[in-house]
């Protein structure tokens, strides 16, 4: 099993910062890339960011490009988010996935971090 555990979220101001940490722990042979997705209140869960392990090659959503960077510290298997001049539209509770083999390939979730940003 493979476990992942959010941390960073928070209340910030329009126009703040915050970094959010993804530590994956457990059974992992190969880990393949880590990414973030958040759900807004009464809307559908989207896509953030995603950065591969290998190679470090990163993605990430129209909304947040210019603004968020995602990252990873290897030798931690942890990934982080760091979010610049946040909006109000993203305020959200923030999901880390990781795609990892572990034996058998499985897709893991962690539980989320309330990242709310006031006007």
């Known amino acids: 099993q493979v476990q992942l555990e959010e941390s960073g979220g928070g209340l910030v101001q329009a126009g703040g910062s915050l970094r959010l940490s993804c530590a994956a722990s457990?059974?992992?042979?190969?880990?393949?890339?880590m990414a973030w997705f958040r759900q807004a209140p009464g809307k559908e869960r989207e896509f953030v960011a995603t950065?591969?392990?290998?190679?470090?090659?990163?993605s990430y959503a129209d909304s947040v490009k210019g603004r968020f960077t995602i990252s990873y510290d290897n030798a931690k298997n942890t990934a982080y988010l760091q979010m610049n001049s946040l909006k109000p539209e993203d305020t959200a509770v923030y999901f880390c996935?990781?795609?990892?083999?572990?034996?058998?390939?499985?897709?893991?979730w962690g539980r989320g971090t309330q990242v709310t940003v006031s006007s």
């Open positions: 996935n990781a795609q990892v083999y572990s034996g058998e390939y499985g897709d893991y």
């Open positions: 950065i591969l392990w290998s190679g470090g090659s990163t």
């Open positions: 457990g059974n992992m042979l190969y880990l393949y890339n």
